[in-house]
């Protein structure tokens, strides 16, 4: 009975030389699709004194053909770096519009002093503020599945929901907290 209980379970020794684990043999498959084990990585099972490469064992051998993620990735990835490429480019024309504007020569004569004052202002916090957010935003969308880019995808999104995109915002925040998003960007662990 005691042998069963330990038999799906294995320990994994780290390049840093600790011992992680026990871990299912789901998590042992999943960090190997992931690339957070390769071939030579050591595992044993519970119970077991040696340490053999992941591939040592056959429930972790596949061929070349089987190597796909075993986590299929949600809908809401692909909507989501439409919405960050789409919001990056679009802080990024505000800030071009900002500039042309601020380099016309006949602003001044168009405008009251106290109009000007306030125009030159604002077009320096826009792009002051801009250029970091629209560089912040095609990072998003270039974004892999990691347990922070959950944290940083949340951020974005609520960005959003301050301004012009918040119908878009909305579904986007309520596919983004379900458990199979959190799950494919690790965020469960």
Not at 78 to 102: D, M, N
Not at 150 to 170: F, K, Q, R
Request: glycine residues 6%; contains cysteine; charged residues 20%.
């Amino acid at each position: 009975m005691e042998e069963s209980k330990y038999k799906n379970l294995y320990e994994v020794k780290g390049e840093d030389g600790n011992v992680y684990g026990p871990e299912s043999d789901s998590t042992i498959r999943r960090w190997y699709f992931e690339k957070r084990l390769n071939a030579q990585s050591l595992i044993r099972r519970v119970g077991d004194t040696d340490w053999r490469q992941v591939l040592a064992y056959k429930e972790f051998k596949v061929s070349a053909n089987e190597i796909v993620s075993p986590l299929s990735k949600p809908g809401v990835i692909f909507w989501y770096r439409i919405y960050c490429s789409f919001s990056g480019v679009f802080v990024g024309l505000l800030v071009l519009l900002f500039l042309v504007l601020r380099s016309l020569p006949d602003m001044e004569q168009n405008m009251s002093p106290s109009d000007f004052d306030e125009f030159q202002i604002t077009s320096l916090l826009m792009v002051v503020i801009g250029i970091p957010c629209a560089i912040f935003y095609f990072f998003c969308s270039f974004m892999t599945y990691r347990g922070w880019h959950w944290v940083l995808g949340l951020i974005s999104i609520g960005l959003g929901m301050t301004g012009c995109c918040l119908p878009a915002c909305i579904p986007l925040l309520i596919f983004w907290v379900k458990p199979e998003t959190k799950h494919w960007l690790n965020r469960n662990e």
